[in-house]
């Protein structure tokens, strides 16, 4: 019997692959590097370079932040609309290809900002195509990659993808910040471009398949026979109670991720400049590196509800923390505190995903919690700008986000054991 809606039974987890773990990272190693390498190289690279272009963009078209912020409300709301369809795309049509024509798309959107006009029109249509693009390029897409070479190391693969995105933290900022400094935002746009169009493609192209060449007839036998067997009215699904929870979890996660779009402007108005703030900013994705990774190895040896439930109210008490902060240094552990939370939709739900839902319907299913992430996210980002903007101070906000992210804590807490294979004993 499953745990879950959709989730993998005794007999079919026993048809799944049943190699070990080494031998699982000794075929598909490469793999997780070039997805990898394009997390950083990527749209989600430039999520968090997005704060440094938020002064330059205000002083240059005298826009208030709020209305800067827009960009990401609006990309949000299309790649929640998106989600779901890009992911029945990747379910039907193959991961890779949606993969690398999204990706390419998003280079060209990220160097045609480098022709932005002072018309919050022409920046708000690249915001629509720039969250159509990027649904194909987060984990919605690459999860699934990775969900079909893993298994028994699953969870610390996909960990180790979402490093991706902490290592763009770390890399991305900073790369920008000179970019800016040494030829202005608008070369800095068009180089940035050009760098996810060399550097985060064209390793992919060579490398990614969907799937191990060895083991795709049996992935596929294994998937079909999860979907045949499992298969449930969607009606049921949406009512259910591990979708309602992980449905507000995923919320609490986008609603958290809209600290980062202000981090480094909250970081200078407590006087730093830039460049100091942006080396704080990659403080916390050191720090993101080595929580997630923990929270990979943890995946595979531990319920992933409680998991989560960890993670979740790590977040919350970085939130609070920066809030809070007199001093540098408290500012500083805060953020390692925050960024070693970051990921829980980058590992955990993707990983809960795989487990509860069968890999046939990855993309969809996953791309439900996406939409509602999305648009969690586009209101979080668009309230911050403009509470900022009304009490001149980002408080407000994020003591109701480290309130809620303990709340969501305690919910995801009360999931079922998510299913799957056993870890080897001799690990």
Not at 190 to 207: D, E, K, N, Q
Not at 296 to 321: E, P, Q, W, Y
Not at 348 to 365: A, D, I, K, N, Q
């Amino acid at each position: 019997m499953a745990d879950g809606i959709g989730g993998v039974t005794t007999r079919e987890a026993e048809s799944l692959d049943t190699k070990s773990p080494r031998h699982e990272w000794e075929r598909g190693w490469k793999v997780v590097a070039v997805s990898l390498l394009s997390y950083v190289f990527g749209s989600t690279g430039m999520f968090y370079a997005f704060g440094t272009f938020l002064k330059p963009l205000s002083s240059e078209f005298q826009w208030n932040r709020a209305a800067i912020s827009g960009f990401w409300s609006i990309s949000g709301v299309i790649f929640a609309v998106a989600s779901p369809i890009v992911g029945r795309l990747a379910d039907r049509f193959g991961v890779r290809r949606v993969i690398l024509i999204s990706i390419v798309l998003v280079a060209l959107i990220c160097g045609s900002q480098s022709l932005l006009t002072r018309h919050l029109w022409h920046y708000y249509a690249l915001a629509v195509l720039w969250g159509a693009a990027t649904a194909g390029t987060t984990t919605l897409t690459f999860g699934k990659v990775i969900s079909n070479w893993f298994d028994r190391s699953r969870g610390l693969a996909l960990s180790m993808l979402s490093c991706g995105a902490g290592l763009g933290g770390v890399v991305i900022p900073p790369f920008a910040q000179l970019l800016i400094a040494h030829y202005g935002w608008r070369e800095a746009f068009f180089l940035l471009g050009l760098s996810i169009l060399t550097v985060g493609t064209i390793p992919l192209a060579f490398i990614l398949k969907d799937a191990p060449a060895i083991k795709a007839t049996s992935i596929t036998s294994s998937a079909g026979q999860m979907s045949g067997n499992a298969r449930v009215p969607r009606s049921r699904v949406f009512r259910s109670y591990t979708f309602l929870i992980l449905i507000a979890v995923i919320v609490q996660v986008g609603i958290s991720d809209s600290v980062l779009t202000h981090l480094i402007p909250m970081f200078t108005d407590r006087g730093m400049t830039p460049a100091s703030a942006a080396r704080l900013f990659s403080l916390l994705g050191v720090s993101a590196i080595a929580g997630r990774l923990l929270i990979g190895f943890c995946l595979d040896r531990f319920a992933a509800a409680r998991v989560a439930a960890f993670a979740l109210t790590l977040s919350g008490l970085g939130v609070a923390g920066i809030a809070m902060a007199q001093s540098r240094t408290v500012l500083a552990l805060a953020a390692i505190l925050l960024g070693a939370a970051i990921g829980a939709d980058n590992d955990v739900l993707p990983y809960l995903v795989s487990r509860y839902f069968p890999l046939t319907s990855y993309g969809e299913f996953l791309g439900y919690f996406f939409t509602a992430g999305a648009l969690a996210h586009a209101g979080g980002a668009f309230f911050m700008g403009r509470v900022f903007d009304v009490y001149h101070s980002y408080v407000l906000m994020t003591n109701i986000i480290a309130a809620a992210s303990i709340v969501a804590a305690a919910l995801v807490y009360q999931l079922p054991k998510a299913s799957g294979i056993p870890v080897p004993k001799n690990l």
